[in-house]
Nanobody, 124 residues
Framework: QVQLVESGGGLVQAGGSLRLSCAAS??????MGWFRRVPGKEREFVAA????????NYADSVKGRFTISRDNAKNTVYLQMHSLKPEDTAVYYC???????????????????WGQGTQVTVSS
C-alpha cells in the first residue's frame, strides 16, 4: 500500500502561483502524476513524471505554466504552478503508478494509488 498526501492548495488571484506537494509513504521511485477534477466534469490529466525524474509530460492546457518535479530522498512530488487562470480551479490529485509503471501519457488507469486531493481556487 502507498499513501499519498497532497498539500499546498488554496485561493490565489489570477496570474499568481502555487506549489502543490504530494508526500508518499515508503519508497517513491515510481511514476507519479497530477490530475484535476472540476465538479460535473471528467477528471483531467495535468502532468506526469517518471520514477527517475528525467522524463515529464504535460497537458497542453498547462504546458509552459506548470512544472512537475520530484525529490525521491523526501518521497515527494511537486507541482509548481505559475500564471494561474480561473479555469485552473479544481481539486488536484496526485497519483502513483506502482504496479505497472506509466506511459506518462495521462492514462488514469495506469495509476493505482491516489491522494485525497487539494483544492485550488483561482479568482479572476
Amino acid at each position: 500500500q502507498v499513501q499519498l498526501v497532497e498539500s499546498g492548495g488554496g485561493l490565489v488571484q489570477a496570474g499568481g502561483s502555487l506549489r502543490l506537494s504530494c508526500a508518499a509513504s515508503g519508497r517513491s521511485n515510481y511514476a507519479m502524476g497530477w490530475f484535476r477534477r472540476v465538479p460535473g466534469k471528467e477528471r483531467e490529466f495535468v502532468a506526469a513524471i517518471s520514477g527517475s525524474g528525467l522524463n515529464t509530460n504535460y497537458a497542453d492546457s498547462v504546458k509552459g505554466r506548470f512544472t512537475i518535479s520530484r525529490d525521491n530522498a523526501k518521497n515527494t512530488v511537486y507541482l509548481q504552478m505559475h500564471s494561474l487562470k480561473p479555469e485552473d480551479t479544481a481539486v488536484y490529485y496526485c497519483a502513483a503508478a506502482v504496479s505497472r509503471g506509466s506511459s506518462l501519457r495521462g492514462i488514469a488507469q495506469e495509476y493505482d494509488f491516489w491522494g485525497q486531493g487539494t483544492q485550488v481556487t483561482v479568482s479572476s
